[in-house]
């Protein structure tokens, strides 16, 4: 390592886990150049925007904390601070030198290939240099990230994410991700297993594997074979430590036969799945080139259902896409009553430039889709809700995550990612224990620890393996 005068990095994030990940990497590339983390925006010597461009909302969200920051850099200078200002991620990305032409107190603009390069970037920014790098390199930016110190990663806790695919090939008519995050690349199973096997030493216990299109997971393994995201599962299952993996984000296309049987057979796979349909009518379906139909994806829900009875299910839906009707609209409403989601996403279309959806007619004016979001918005609600009166009773494998606000309480999640709160001692932080919820609240369960289970003990596995089968 080398040795520098401390310095303090700020990176306010925004948008999906992707980017939760990389400003993780981001802070553990400075880290061996001084750079340590602050919470304080004020205190920073740099302040990095790691940015979401797929809605427009997020993207001029970051133009006002631009405005901000530049005021902060005003005040700091007048103490005689210097203050650094990087924009990082989709929106970087996708608007490069149009960020400093519109922000010139911005220094750096860099685009998410580019992160394993930020120490050599903002050294070029101290020398005075705006510095812009969007390109795709061919490099592979994994490899030349370092991996977080042991007590950081302890310190982000017990769970972690993994970005195992980045890229998407789906060109759907209404997303910037193919655009912004560039052609679907797989990260070598090795280099998976490696960093899971880092996380586990430092004692996560649940990973969340990430990807644009995560179940197109395609990497190649050490003889070269190319090995799906069912068979990464196995092999992540097998590394001591981890007890539970969830992966996010899928399209219905992916789910391979080989990916639902892992759901069948691996214990540590969650019964939680997030998988978009965006809407339920074919025509638009068509039209947001989706490359599937409403009957596809309930036959792949069909088949999921069928390996893994218990499976909750998640999704995205997008309301007023160009030329939504009524119509398409309740084939909209249709489809989340025949699934019954557990919890789902839901947005208003919003135009992205460059898209094909932008150039469409017959886009749908605001109030059509503010009116068809709340009563989407008030059925994924009422299902919600339903989903948590419906495990009052059961008992649940709960990872205890963390202290409780109230002291003599602890704070974990289900199988189904909810969140339980309990009385019990901090001692069964990192262990899975058998849960029996006693109350259903709007954003999380009240429960009661069936039977208190020593740290350590490997009771803790089994009755996992025996309390999701209930
Ligand atoms: N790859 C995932 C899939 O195919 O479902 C989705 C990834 S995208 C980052 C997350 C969600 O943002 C999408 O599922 C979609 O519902 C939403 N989204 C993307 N573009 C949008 C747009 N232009 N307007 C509104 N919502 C959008
Ligand atoms: Fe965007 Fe997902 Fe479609 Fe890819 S599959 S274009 S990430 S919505």
């Known amino acids: ?199 586990a030493d430092a004692g996560v216990r649940e990973l969340t594997l990430l990807g644009q299109n995560v179940n197109a997971y395609h990497g190649l393994d050490v003889r070269g074979r190319t090995v799906g995201l069912g068979e990464l599962c196995y092999r992540l299952s097998l590394i001591p430590g981890i007890a539970r993996i969830r992966y996010t984000t899928s399209h219905p296309l992916d789910m391979t036969d080989e990916l639902i049987e892992a759901h069948r057979d691996l214990d540590a796979l969650m019964p939680y799945l997030h998988l978009p349909i965006q809407s339920g009518s074919d025509r638009i379906l068509k039209a947001m080139n989706r490359r599937h139909s409403r009957a596809d994806y309930m036959s792949v829900i069909e088949r999921i259902m069928a390996a893994r009875p218990d499976m909750a299910l998640s999704g995205d839906f997008i309301v007023g896409f160009p030329g939504e009707t009524d119509a398409d609209f309740e084939e909209t409403l249709q489809v989340a009553r025949d699934v019954g989601y557990a919890s789902a996403y839901t947005f208003r279309y919003s135009i992205r430039p460059g898209t094909p959806g932008a150039g469409m007619p017959d886009q749908v004016a605001e109030p059509v889709k503010a009116e068809r979001l709340a009563r989407l918005n008030a059925l994924i609600t009422t299902q919600m809700r339903d989903f948590g009166i419906s495990v009052v009773g059961r008992i649940l494998p709960v990872l205890i995550e963390k202290a409780g606000r109230m002291p003599g309480q602890v704070g974990g999640r289900s199988p189904y990612l909810q969140a339980v709160h309990m009385e019990g001692s901090t001692r069964l932080i990192g262990q899975i224990v058998p849960v029996e919820i006693v109350a259903a609240g709007n954003n999380s369960l009240t429960g009661k620890i069936v039977t208190d289970v020593e740290p350590n003990s490997a009771s803790v596995i089994e009755s996992q393996a025996m309390a999701t089968h209930i």
């Not at 939760?20 to 919470?39: C, F, K, N, Q």
């Not at 924009?87 to 998410?112: K, N, S, T």
């Open 1 to 199: 390592m080398t040795e520098h005068t401390p310095k303090k990095l700020f990176i306010k994030t925004y948008g999906c886990q992707m980017n939760v990940y990389d400003s993780d990497r981001m802070a553990d590339a400075l880290a061996p150049h001084g750079y340590e983390p602050t919470h304080d925006m004020a205190d920073a010597d740099l302040v990095v925007l790691n940015t979401c461009h797929i809605r427009e909302k997020a993207s001029e969200k970051v133009f006002s904390e631009l405005g901000r920051l530049r005021d902060l850099r005003e005040e700091r200078r007048a103490s005689g601070h210097e203050l650094m200002i990087g924009v990082a991620g989709c929106v970087a990305q996708a608007e490069g030198d149009e960020i400093v032409r519109r922000a010139p107190a911005v220094d750096l603009v860099f685009g998410p290939q580019s992160y394993h390069r930020l120490p050599e970037l903002i050294a070029r920014a101290h020398n005075g240099a705006k510095v812009v790098d969007t390109d795709f390199p061919q490099e592979d930016k994994f490899e030349h990230l370092p991996a977080a110190k042991r007590e950081v990663t302890l310190a982000r806790g017990l769970t972690a994410f993994l970005t195992v695919q980045e890229g998407c090939d789906k060109f759907c008519s209404f997303c910037v991700v193919p655009y912004t995050r560039g052609t679907e690349v797989s990260r070598p199973v090795e280099q998976v297993l490696r960093e899971a096997r880092n996380l």
